[in-house]
């Protein structure tokens, strides 16, 4: 079982999404750590402050690695398409309008990345605001996506209420109103932070303290890790 585990453990560390996944949850924590650590100091000095700079460096990490892709989300874009014709029209809407919001984040992000490191002359800032923007909105529209699905789910339980369904049906639908809550959480989590980082005097923008961030992205990383085990191992068995 040891053995299993260690070797799952490799292979998800072994390719980009599952090392992001890492990534992104050791990034959070640590600035989670620091945070809480540091408490109402300011700088934070010694052990916290050496977190925080981690969770700085990681971070800086994961937006270098950004960098290409701009590739794999235009061909998930290309892919879905308008979606398929069998799906509920309001969910291929929300899922397309995402598509973009996603597809445009990127060369946002690049762009403010470059000014940063002055490949080009620019002021960073905004372009840094533009695509938290976008990522928010696309955080929006999955959480409203996430809400659709549920109200569908829920209107086909009240129809089948005089046919109970199959127990194997049943535990579909308990897994797809599951995962879909899990989405909402992850979601709402990674909004929150998103607003957070926007410019000054949109909402509680800047309001938060270094652990309540690093909480809210700990949340939402760790849901991405549970949700992606959950899918290698449905596909494994």
């Known amino acids: 079982m040891a053995a299993g585990a260690l070797g799952a453990l490799v292979a998800a560390l072994e390719s980009y999404r599952g090392r992001d996944r890492a990534v992104r949850a050791l990034c959070y924590g640590c600035q989670l750590a620091g945070g809480a650590l ?5 700088p934070a000095e010694g052990l916290p402050g050496s977190l925080l700079a ?3 460096q990681l971070s800086s990490c994961r937006t270098v690695l950004r960098l290409l892709d701009d590739f794999a989300m235009l061909s998930h874009s290309c892919a879905y398409g308008l979606g398929p014709k069998d799906e509920d029209a309001l969910v291929r809407g929300l899922s397309v309008l995402c598509n973009v919001a996603d597809q445009l984040y990127y060369p946002c992000e690049h762009v403010a990345w470059a000014a940063d490191t002055g490949v080009i002359r620019s002021r960073s800032q905004r372009w840094w605001a533009a ?8 955080l929006l529209l999955g959480i409203l996506r996430s809400l659709r699905i549920l109200f569908q789910l829920r209107r086909k339980l009240r129809q089948r ?13 308990r897994a797809q109103v599951k995962a879909e809550v899990l989405n909402i959480v992850s979601n709402l989590a990674d909004l929150s932070n998103a607003v957070h980082w926007m410019p000054p005097g949109f909402l509680w923008a800047g309001r938060f303290p270094p652990w309540l961030v690093g909480l ?5 990383s760790l849901i991405g890790i549970y949700q992606a085990s959950g899918r290698g191992s449905s596909g494994a068995a």
């Open 216 to 220: 809210l992205g700990t949340i939402s």
């Open 161 to 173: 209420k005089c046919t109970p369904p199959s127990p194997q049906s049943q535990q579909k639908m």
């Open 38 to 42: 540091a408490g109402p100091q300011s």
């Open 131 to 138: 695509s938290t923007a976008l990522w928010g909105l696309s």
């Open 54 to 56: 981690v969770s700085a």
